[in-house]
Nanobody, 128 residues
Framework: QVQLVESGGGLVQAGGSLRLSCAVS????????MGWFRQAPGKEREFVAA????????YYLDSVKGRFTISRDNAKNTVYLQMNSLKPEDTAVYYC?????????????????????WGQGTQVTVSL
């Protein structure tokens, strides 16, 4: 059974930093692209970042480029999201997700349909 568990969320002041982790309990983690999404109250879930199974290709939402960094440790079955210079508009529940296709081409990396397993989410709140 595939399980994704996020951690690291919390309350931080604007300009601060948080590091989210997503531990994946599933075989062959190293073969799957991974993504981070977020959902603010009253809004649709949106793409934040994605990383290829080997780590060599990374995509970001434009508004987080230069502030967020996605990475993965295949030995630990974990994907991370380092978030710096946080802004109030980054407030949301953050979710990690696993691509539905091993060694996938990442053609739909920013779409919800690209992913078949999701974590429960971790709340990030950025105050002024």
């Amino acid at each position: 059974q595939v399980q994704l568990v996020e951690s690291g969320g919390g309350l931080v002041q604007a300009g601060g930093s948080l590091r989210l982790s997503c531990a994946v309990s599933a075989p062959m983690f190293r073969l799957y692209n991974m993504g981070w999404f977020r959902q603010a109250p009253g809004k649709e879930r949106e793409f934040v970042a994605a990383i290829r199974w080997g780590g060599g290709i990374i995509y970001y939402l434009d508004s987080v480029k230069g502030r967020f960094t996605i990475s993965r440790d295949n030995a630990k079955n974990t994907v991370y999201l380092q978030m710096n210079s946080l802004k109030p508009e980054d407030t949301a529940v953050y979710y990690c997700a696993r691509d539905r296709t091993p060694l996938g081409p990442m053609l739909g990396y920013s779409t919800l349909d690209e992913y078949d397993y999701w974590g429960q989410g971790t709340q990030v709140t950025v105050s002024l």
